[in-house]
């Protein structure tokens, strides 16, 4: 038998490779970006073409590369970042698996521009697929210059599957926004088809998450710092009362890398217990300094799953810190009581004396209802009589005879007349459930999850007919971060068939002042800003899919809320335009929306 193993070239082994490192023109952004870090730069330009379809472009003004050094990089486990097995235990860098630029080379074309403070003539270098085209000495300016154009050429299947230019500007948006986040002392720009959608200048920590996500934001949040043996913390969280359902900005960052990190997440949820209401999120921005011999981030090729040795005593840390911000800026002062030229309180003396009970005599005889003054006098007046002159008292024989011709009807049959009379009783339950009787049992509905189902139908059946706007008397402005400004504009043709009526006011500003008409008593700057944050969540990309996610999210804000109380008429009501919807059963995200309670199991319960 012949062998069958073979070693596979490196083109296909590098291609393998990127389907995990590169999965879209975001991770592109992110690695070019990590390696401009890496080198020293303090200024890094993006520029992005079709959401990275096209080119994408990162120069910066870092260290450079010699002419060895250019062509090094592009071979697999090719690294400045380390040198043995031990260094993965005290990285100070993003990079360092040597991996980011033979995988871009492998399903891109690369042109680099590269020069050292030492060299007075730079080094130009084009790869296409993983194959170098040439090598030539170049003019340029001291740092790289990195061009990645037709990004997946060689790859048609993971482009064809790429989302719409504005879902994959978004994530490109995304990812820088977390790398701008941890380096407020680099300035960055960023421009999009000759557009610029970011010009940060170098500044502090605050002013860098002002500058990225708006002025609002500065009084949302509260300071928080701690210092400890183990490890350091400081950065920002949200106030309680900016908790909101979707979309808040929630960022942990460990020796300047992004992280997601569920359990940590839940350490700071927990100090908001009771604070805000539950489900709703609140804002933060925690910035972890630890010894890198303590983490492990060689856990994923995207390095943004991070392992604590110390992971319990950090989150008790967390919590702790997080407590600490939440009670200042609660803590009420104490009340000083000006007493000056204010006759004295008498102080309580509990004394034997005071405290004895009054002496009370009993008396068997006494009537507090006799001769009192302060009873009136119940006797009737006197000639009552004559004001009913005129009426008999109704023969008892009689009365009787007309109870028994009530009464000729079967005890049954009235019953069920009874019944067929009245419209069926329901029951509503703690304000969240409601109850009624079926055939086979009880039958418990959610009345929130079957309202949003039924306005979730509506809102579908009435898009396409443009439905009616109602005017804003004092329009509310609402602030958008450039990559919610990029969904927004996929989704404004969309808002203005329901009913909302936004304008531009420049920097990232907008106005609502229409929205559909039904949404009295809700907030339409939240509306506004929950059907984006939805749109995000969901990577909605085609016209139907945002049609759907929006419709969703405006039926979740209109929808009656958990604990609104209803009566019978209501109750029914809802009942019976939730069995008029396509799908009774379950929410237009998959919850179920009710359940039926049978017979058998309710005289099991009770056996």
């Not at 840390?317 to 009581?337: K, Q, T």
């Not at 809102?459 to 971060?481: A, C, D, N, T």
């Amino acid at each position: 038998m012949s062998d069958i193993i073979q070693l596979l070239p490196d083109s296909v082994a590098n291609q393998i490779a990127a389907g995990e490192v590169i999965q879209r023109p975001a991770s592109v952004v992110k690695e070019l970006v990590e390696n401009s870090v890496d080198a020293g730069a303090t200024h890094i330009d993006v520029l992005i073409v079709d959401a990275g379809r096209t080119s994408i472009q990162v120069i910066d003004d870092g260290k450079g590369m010699s002419e060895t050094d250019a062509r090094l990089s592009f071979e697999r486990h090719a690294t400045s970042k380390i040198r043995q097995a031990d260094d993965l235990f005290s990285l100070h860098t993003m990079g360092f698996r040597g991996e980011a630029l033979p995988s871009i080379a492998a399903v891109a074309q690369v042109e680099l521009r590269t020069r050292t403070a030492d060299d007075e003539i730079g080094t130009h270098l084009s790869i296409s697929a993983s194959r170098f085209k040439g090598q030539e000495p170049c003019s340029c300016q001291q740092g790289s210059n990195f061009l990645v154009e037709n990004l997946f050429f060689n790859v048609p299947a993971r482009r064809k599957f790429l989302k719409s230019n504005a879902t994959e500007l978004s994530n490109i948006l995304a990812a820088f926004e977390r790398i701008v986040l941890v380096y407020p002392s680099i300035s960055f720009t960023l421009r999009s088809n000759g557009v610029e959608l970011f010009n940060l200048r170098q500044g502090s920590q605050m002013q860098r998450i002002v500058e990225v996500f708006g002025k609002k934001i500065n009084s949302d949040l509260l300071p928080l710092k701690v210092d400890t043996t183990m490890c350091r913390i400081n950065g920002y969280v949200g106030k309680p009362e900016s908790a909101r359902k979707k979309g808040a900005h929630q960022y942990f960052f460990v020796n300047g890398r992004f992280m997601r990190h569920p359990y940590f997440n839940k350490a700071v949820m927990s100090a908001f217990d009771r604070l805000v209401p539950q489900g709703e999120q609140v804002p933060y921005f925690i910035y972890f300094d630890v010894a890198p011999d303590s983490i492990d981030v060689n856990i994923h090729p995207t390095k943004t799953e991070i392992k604590f040795d110390n992971e319990q005593a950090i989150w008790q840390i967390l919590s702790a810190a997080v407590r600490e911000s939440i009670g200042l800026y609660n803590d009420v002062p104490s009340i000083d009581f000006d007493t000056e030229g204010k006759p004295d309180i008498p102080v309580f003396n509990p004394s034997p004396a005071h405290m004895q009970a009054p002496k009370v005599e009993y008396n068997p005889q006494y009537n507090p209802f006799k001769d009192s003054p302060h009873v009136p006098d119940t006797k009737a007046p006197a000639g009552w009589e004559e004001l009913y002159a005129g009426q008999s008292k109704p023969d008892p024989i009689e009365e009787q005879t007309l109870f028994e011709e009530e009464q000729t009807e079967p005890a049954s049959q009235q019953g069920e007349s009874i019944i067929a009379e009245k419209s069926p009783m329901h029951y509503q339950y703690k304000g969240k459930y409601i109850m009624t009787a079926v055939k086979s049992g009880l039958m418990i509905i959610d009345q929130h999850r079957a309202h949003v189902r039924i306005l979730y139908e509506q809102y579908l059946s009435k898009v396409p007919g443009r439905m009616s706007s109602q005017k804003e008397m004092f329009p509310e402005v609402i602030h958008f971060s450039p990559s919610e400004q990029v969904l927004l504009g996929k989704m404004e043709e969309e808002l203005k068939l329901m009913g909302f009526d936004l304008t531009d006011l420049g920097k990232g500003d907008y106005s609502v002042n229409g929205v559909p008409a039904g949404l009295d008593g809700l907030n339409p700057a939240s509306i506004v800003r929950d059907m984006v944050d939805s749109a995000r969540d969901s990577e909605a990309s085609g016209a139907e899919e945002i049609r759907k996610s929006m419709a969703l999210s405006l039926a979740r804000n209109a929808a009656i809320p958990q604990g609104q109380v209803l009566d019978n008429n209501e109750m029914e009501d809802l009942i019976n335009r939730l069995f008029a919807c396509s799908n009774p059963n379950y929410s237009p995200d998959g919850s179920p929306i009710l359940c039926i309670l049978r017979q058998q199991e309710i005289e099991h319960l009770l056996s």
